[in-house]
């Protein structure tokens, strides 16, 4: 990156309350993008990038979700049917003696 292309980038991104930023000052003179950047010698790509970058960000939408709860209803079923059921899932070494 130029130095040229460098310090305009940092001028957008340093432009305080009370400092224009040369996107803000182009935007309200209504001067045309490629004259701007004619005249100040950065590429239009380069002048959009700032552009984009230093849009406010929208606020992120969060949808409220409900968590799965940590245990869940476990059932066991043999081959003939028979059915063991259990309201949260037990110890491994449990469920290893009940069927030995």
């Known amino acids: 990156m130029s130095s040229e292309l460098y310090d305009y980038g940092a001028q957008q991104h340093n432009a305080g309350a009370g400092n224009a930023s040369p996107i803000a000052s ?15 010698q950065i590429k239009p790509s380069n002048y959009y990038y700032w552009q984009n970058k230093l849009q406010p960000q929208p606020a992120g ?7 799965a709860p ?3 209803p476990v059932s066991i ?3 003939r049917g028979t059915r063991i059921c259990f309201e949260n899932m037990p110890p491994v070494d449990y469920v290893k ?3 030995n």
């Open 26 to 40: 182009c935007k309200s003179r209504g001067i045309k993008v490629a004259a701007y950047c004619l005249r100040h």
């Open 61 to 67: 939408k969060f949808i409220p979700i409900t968590p």
């Open 70 to 72: 940590a245990t869940a």
């Open 77 to 79: 079923i043999f081959t």
């Open 97 to 99: 003696n009940l069927l």
